[in-house]
């Protein structure tokens, strides 16, 4: 079984514990990291090494930040969006060796964009469009790609707890989901609605007004397969228990169960 996993962990100075813990426990063969929140230089790869995984990581300093942690190593990393210039670091994709045959793993943190029709809402649908672009291409080299991470888009009305609370708002406005749409479009596919879900199951909830008490989020951390992944499709779960710790991220990790190759 091939356990691939993405988690928005809103800075990883402050959550490695709960990583490295969450790490040693489930074992993923990989696991994608957003908003890290550090430089390159500032990044506990030293802490990773020790349990057994290997890092690849784009960062910068306060904001965004991305990293896949691996058992085994990339054989090539790209750490910008080539069809984008920005210097916000959201965007890191490797290719890693399971049993003779090549997974491309792209790992995104998308922009929130804000509000409707700001500045930060515009460059979030270029952002889109600049990962549809390269995923475009990327699915003419690679047979197997998974694309995971935090989307900032709940794709339907049955990823929010009330849909008439978020009418005319960011992460569920008509131009993000058909951003989205386009990625499915592809040939990608939702790989948590492959299988039957619990009812209102989210991956962020706000830290105010009790959000994760109440279950008021939304499921906006994704992860996407292309058709030859499909069907090797085992399970993809929501793991609630980190929500539940002191200091948590307001994300949860998301995980997949891949039969092998």
Known sequence: ???IATWN??????????VLEWLQQHQPDVLALQETKLTDAAFPHSA????????????????NGVALLSQIASQTTITTLPTLA????????????????????VNVYVPNGAELGCDKYFYKLRWLESLHRYLQESIQQFSNIVVLGDFNIAPTDADVLNP????????????ERQAL?????????????LFSQPE???????????SFRRNDGARIDLILLTN???????????????RRLPRPSDHTPVVLELQTF
């Open 1 to 3: 079984m091939l356990k």
């Open 86 to 105: 920005d210097e916000q670091q959201r965007f890191l994709a490797a290719t890693y060796p399971f049993q003779n045959k090549e997974l491309h793993i």
């Open 181 to 193: 749409q386009h990625l499915f479009d592809l040939g990608l596919s939702d790989a948590f609605r």
């Open 200 to 210: 209102h199951s989210f991956s962020w909830w706000n830290y105010q007004a009790g």
């Open 228 to 242: 030859s992944l499909k069907a090797m499709a085992k399970s993809c779960y929501i793991d609630t228990a980190p």
């Open 164 to 175: 008439t609370d978020w009418i005319d708002s960011i992460l569920t406005s008509d131009s």
């Open 9 to 18: 962990v809103n800075s990883l100075r402050v959550r490695l514990p709960q």
């Open 48 to 63: 990773f090494s020790e349990i057994g995984y290997h890092a690849v990581f784009a960062g910068q300093k306060t904001y």
